[in-house]
């Protein structure tokens, strides 16, 4: 008698019973969408809870001076913005920017002394673009308050080939991202691998590869990183190793749910406490606490130590990745040395050549091609992400934003734009009209980024009309430079944001992280699907499943969003019902390449939905700000209609609205049509796999297997249903 198993026993049913078997399908079935609704919830809830709306609190910056006057700037300081900044003073110049260049403030303000009127504000671009502009947001108003003019000095510029500050951050998340993703192929495909004495010396190498892949990407092709080549190789050994041994921990003990935890802690908690994209001082205190102990951002900021700052203070962050990966190891050598190598929910991993699949869900594969795929699907995953992201933004210039310009009379308004070409060059793409209300009816359907209305009177005031709701780059952007047009022609400016922000969307950002949460649980939930439940794989059983999880996450999503982090304000209806639709058009386009190239179809998705997607959707950044091939795709890729829904539905009463949700829709249609072609494409194969199985003959078969095997598609370790009863009746 076999000897029943832990859930056979739960239920009193022996393992092999029909109700046993039932109860392993139900809590299988319950995890395949247990894991897409965890994944895709904290990520989500954790961005858009923190980034939403940041707010500066306790940034550090020095006053250099002394005296009655630098006490009151202090002092002054301390009370500004409801304790935005930490104010020290600071009596030495040279102090204040050694303080300034080891990161321990965020800004200086150098007090004019003698008479003059000029104070300087030192900032460290290197540090963050975003923090150095906050603070000159916070210094500069005290020192007008003075009647000082201030001149604005950066100690650590970023090189003109990452002007955007990206590539710090990628590096450090691609450092990390190979540490964690790795483990889930290997728990099933090589899990003899995980023993350490096999496990860490591939972990070295695949530390020095991927880092090596990682600065060759943002250096010598992209050209965002200038040497420091050796650097990064030992910023990765620490990094990926402390990761890639933490994650070995998790697997012992909860197998393929590891992958949960470990996005939790390295990536979903990593990014909003990196001081990368966003200030930590603009984060809530936890992530504040968070900076200081964890791998991504000891990665990051050791990155920019040695890029930025000549390695001043690099020791610090080292020593935290250190600190990590001797921990992990420590306790994984007395994990194993007591209790052996065994992984949780994983088959004995002695045999190296037991037949395994090479990636969750995949069929049957040879050893040479399992050691492939589970190093080929994350140096993929690595170069898509690196690649494209910096490729993309790392040196975002402004480009022929849409302006329209107003005067009195056609003559005039022509002759005013003519003017303002010859001086703002390729940065602005002008039209001229002589209604206000039609140009401004064009920045609501978002036709035009700006409309420049003429003074009517010699002397008088002109008015630029902006919208930051429909994109707070390009809306400051296009202020800036007619507040110097207005200041070189001594003219008095007027701006009007005719759709602002919300104040629960203060940075814009929501928009794209509604549309990407959209996206990612109609991928990640076919992901699953492939990995999980391989057999599930027409489309008539994919289709109520592909419907009811649209439903419920776009529900889930709009209470997340709205009701319980307060970010969306309201338009239930609207997010249910473009988010359903949204999502049920991505799980359409993912399992396309999912039933035909299996879990590996993840990547082009990736790639496709969300790489792509994100700087053609002019929600990270301003689509005049990329290069003009992601214009062009705006109008196609999914993420921008997505984006482009949501800000129409909240900001701008609907309008425009139509041609986006075509466009997810004609994704959608196109893709059910493909997926009722292979639904064709595999009924064929099966019925050519049963005369195959009829006329005995099993090599043409295994060729069959062999062939698609080597696409990652299909399901041939397991026959039809047809050809598992002939079988039966012929043993019989």
């Avoid at 007591?338 to 699949?357: C, F, H, I, V």
């Avoid at 005039?412 to 703002?424: F, P, T």
């Avoid at 699907?529 to 999503?557: D, F, S």
């Avoid at 039933?595 to 969300?610: M, S």
Wanted: charged fraction near 15%.
């Amino acid at each position: 008698m076999e000897t029943p198993t832990p859930v056979a026993e739960a239920s009193g049913h022996e393992a092999g019973s029909p109700e046993a078997d039932r109860k392993r399908e139900m809590i299988k079935r319950a995890f395949l969408f247990l894991i897409p609704f965890l994944m895709v919830t904290m990520m989500y809830a954790t961005y858009m809870g923190t980034m939403h709306s940041p707010k500066t609190q306790d940034m550090p910056v020095a006053v250099v001076g002394s005296g009655a006057v630098a006490e009151s700037v202090v002092d002054e300081l301390k009370s500004v913005q409801d304790g935005a900044a930490d104010p020290r003073l600071v009596t030495d110049r040279g102090k204040a920017l050694d303080l300034l260049k080891d990161r321990d403030v965020a800004g200086v303000l150098l007090i004019p002394t003698g008479g003059a009127t000029e104070a300087t504000v030192y900032t460290a671009q290197g540090a963050g673009a975003s923090q150095a502009g906050m603070v000159k947001q916070i210094l500069a108003p005290v020192a007008a308050g003075h009647d000082w003019t201030t001149k604005n000095q950066d100690i650590a510029p970023l090189p003109s080939g990452d002007s955007a500050g990206i590539a710090v951050l990628l590096a450090a998340i691609g450092m990390i991202m190979v540490g964690y993703v790795p483990l889930s192929g290997m728990l099933t495909a090589v899990p003899h691998l995980l023993v350490l004495r096999r496990f860490l010396p591939l972990l070295a190498g695949w530390a020095v590869v991927t880092s090596t892949v990682t600065w060759l990407i943002l250096g010598p092709i992209v050209g965002a990183v200038d040497g420091h080549y050796l650097a990064f190789v030992g910023i990765g050994l620490l990094a990926t190793g402390a990761v890639g041994i933490g994650q070995l921990l998790f697997a012992r003990f909860l197998g393929g749910l590891a992958v949960l935890p470990g996005m939790l802690l390295w990536v979903v908690f990593g990014v909003p406490s990196s001081n990368l994209a966003t200030p930590i001082h603009a984060m809530p205190g936890f992530f504040g606490f968070l900076h200081n102990v964890l791998p991504l951002p000891a990665a990051g900021e050791a990155l920019r130590s040695v890029l930025y700052f000549d390695g001043r203070e690099v020791g610090d962050h080292l020593l935290t990745l250190a600190v990590w990966m001797v921990a992990a190891l420590a306790l994984a050598v007395l994990l194993e040395r007591r209790k052996g190598a065994a992984l949780a929910d994983t088959p004995e991993s002695g045999n190296p050549d037991a037949p395994r699949p090479a990636m969750s869900g995949g069929p049957v594969r040879s050893k040479r091609l399992r050691y492939f795929a589970v190093a080929a699907f994350p140096l993929a995953i690595l170069t898509v992400v690196v690649g494209m992201m910096s490729a993309s933004l790392h040196q975002p210039e402004i480009r022929d934003i849409p302006v329209v310009v107003v005067g009195a009379s056609q003559e005039q308004a022509e002759q005013a734009a003519k003017g303002l070409q010859n001086s703002l060059g390729d940065l602005v793409s002008l039209t001229t009209s002589t209604s206000v209300d039609k140009a401004t009816d064009q920045i609501r359907e978002r036709d035009f980024v700006g409309v420049y209305v003429l003074p009517t009177t010699k002397g008088g005031e002109a008015t630029l009309y902006t919208s930051s709701a429909a994109g707070a780059g390009q809306h400051n952007a296009l202020r800036g430079m007619f507040q110097q047009i207005a200041q070189s022609q001594k003219m008095p400016l007027k701006m009007t944001d005719i759709k602002p922000l919300n104040a629960s969307d203060s940075n814009g950002s929501n928009s794209m992280y509604v549309a990407m949460s959209w996206i990612m649980s109609g991928f990640v939930l076919m992901a699953a699907l492939r990995g999980g439940a391989p057999e599930i794989k027409r489309l008539r059983q994919l289709l109520p499943m592909m419907a009811g999880w649209a439903v419920g996450m776009a529900v889930w999503l709009w209470v997340l969003f709205d009701i319980l982090i307060g970010a969306i304000n309201g338009h239930g209806w609207a997010m249910v019902g473009f988010g359903a639709l949204t999502i049920f058009s991505i799980s359409l386009f993912t399992a396309v390449f999912t039933r035909t190239l299996g879990i590996a179809g993840v990547i082009p998705v990736l790639v496709i939905a969300l790489m792509i997607g994100i700087p053609a959707s002019g929600g990270a950044i301003s689509l005049y700000m990329v290069p003009e091939v992601f214009r062009d795709l705006n109008d196609v890729l999914p993420l921008p209609a997505a984006v482009d829904v949501v800000r129409a539905a909240v900001y701008f009463d609907g309008a425009g609205i139509g041609g986006h949700l075509a466009t997810i829709v004609g994704w959608g249609a196109v893709c059910l049509l493909l997926n009722v072609g292979i639904d064709r494409w595999l009924t064929r194969r099966d019925l050519r796999a049963d005369r195959e199985a009829e006329g005995g003959s099993g090599a043409p078969l295994a060729g069959h297997g062999t062939a698609l095997a080597l696409t990652g598609g299909g399901d041939t370790a397991e026959p039809s249903r047809r050809g598992r009863r002939r079988t039966a009746r012929t043993r019989s």
